[in-house]
Nanobody, 122 residues
C-alpha cells in the first residue's frame, strides 16, 4: 500500500514562491507517474503537473512558465516549485501516484495524499 505525505503549503503574497514536497512510503521499487492536483473551493479537482519516472512532464496551461515539477526517483519524492503565485492558485494541493511496482506486484491504482493548503493573498 502506498502512502503519500505532502508538505510545504502555506500562506504567501501574490508574486511569491512556495515549494511543495510529497514523499511516498511503503514497500516500493518504483512509481511510474507522480503529480500534483489541486482543488479550490467550489471547483473540481484539476491536474497541475505530472511527471513520469523517465522524465516526461505535463503542465496545466494556467501554470506553465511559473511552476516546475521535479522528482527524486531514488527518494520516491516529487516536488512542485511554484513561482509568481497568483490568488487564483489558492487551493488544496494533492499529491498523486500511479503505476506502483512493489517487490511482489504491480498496480495501476492511483494513490492520493491528504492534501496541503496553499493560500495566495492579493
Amino acid at each position: 500500500q502506498v502512502q503519500l505525505v505532502e508538505s510545504g503549503g502555506g500562506l504567501v503574497q501574490a508574486g511569491g514562491s512556495l515549494r511543495l514536497s510529497c514523499k511516498a512510503s511503503g514497500s516500493i521499487f518504483s512509481i511510474s507517474r507522480m503529480g500534483w492536483y489541486r482543488q479550490a473551493p467550489g471547483k473540481q479537482r484539476e491536474m497541475v503537473a505530472t511527471k513520469t519516472s523517465s522524465g516526461a512532464a505535463d503542465y496545466a496551461d494556467s501554470v506553465k512558465g511559473r511552476f516546475t515539477i521535479s522528482r527524486d526517483n531514488a527518494k520516491l519524492t516529487v516536488y512542485l516549485e511554484m513561482n509568481s503565485l497568483k490568488p487564483e492558485d489558492t487551493a488544496v494541493y494533492y499529491c498523486n501516484a500511479a503505476g506502483v511496482q512493489t517487490p511482489s506486484y504491480y498496480t495501476s491504482s492511483i494513490s492520493w495524499g491528504q492534501g496541503t493548503q496553499v493560500t495566495v493573498s492579493s
